[in-house]
């Protein structure tokens, strides 16, 4: 697969959300791909010819952004990231997510961070001075043929699943997003327990991964009876 980086100057980086009072994406597009990614309706947006995962552009001037705008604005909770994984490879080489999360820390703002890739503890240690943080991994199967054939280019479920372990026993408060519930979903319980203070559950509600279900004979999954048991058996990984 070819990947189109190009490095961008945005013009703010700390943006109103409809989810939490604010979000931040470093990032326009995602590498990860996945196949029933929602925000793919970016490309309308921005007007990206390429195929969703295969451009990412990079906001390097965000780091120095935010501080001014961290001074300007009320202070509220930040979603790290909405519409792109804030750790996907590329954060390895240009690491705006972990500049950016400094500055929010340093200056006492409230955080939630979501990603698929064990990337994010190398920001353990910032995390681990921060007043109010949660990191979140999404884990939406506990089978991990299932993830290559719905997310092909993000990291193994392992991986994902030892990053939470880590988070959670350095003390950051954890959370596992599962949403979309993938088919596979069954062994989650016993696979995140005890390494995770909270689940977000949601059914899939986007047509967009419609040909790998119908492709791999799994439309059985995607049925009212299948998210509802599945929506009764995560609950129970919620503490709270
Ligand atoms: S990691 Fe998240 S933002 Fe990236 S492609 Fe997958 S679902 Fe979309």
New binding site residues.
């Given amino acids: 697969m070819t990947l189109i980086v190009r490095e961008i100057r945005a013009k703010t980086i700390l943006s109103a959300s409809k989810i939490y009072p604010y979000v931040i994406n470093p990032y326009v597009g995602?590498q990860?791909?996945?196949t029933?990614?929602y925000?793919r309706f970016m490309k309308r947006v921005t007007g990206h010819s390429e195929p969703?995962?295969e451009f990412v552009d990079v906001k390097i001037n965000a780091p120095a952004l935010l501080p001014h705008e961290i001074r300007k604005k009320k202070a509220g909770r930040v979603w790290m990231s909405g519409?792109?994984?804030p750790y996907?490879p590329l954060e390895a080489e240009y690491r705006l997510t972990g500049q950016c999360l400094s500055a929010l820390i340093q200056n006492d703002w409230s955080v939630i961070v979501q990603t698929?890739s064990p990337l994010v503890l190398r920001d353990l240690d910032i995390f681990m001075e921060a007043s109010d943080i949660e990191v979140g991994l999404?884990v939406s199967t506990a089978d991990d043929r299932i993830r290559g054939l719905f997310?092909p280019a993000?990291p193994p479920i392992e991986e994902r699943v030892k990053a939470l372990e880590e988070l959670h026993s350095n003390g950051v408060r954890t959370y596992a997003m599962i949403a979309p519930i993938l088919p596979g979903a069954e062994g989650l319980v016993e696979l995140l327990r005890g390494k995770i203070d909270y689940v977000l559950i949601d059914r899939m509600n986007y047509r967009y991964a419609d040909w790998v279900y119908r492709r791999y004979g799994l439309e059985e999954q995607r049925s009212d009876d299948f998210f509802r048991r599945m929506e009764r058996e995560l609950a129970s990984l919620s503490g709270r």
């Fill in positions: 995602c990860h791909g996945c029933y990614c925000a969703w995962g519409v792109c994984d996907q698929k999404s997310e993000a």
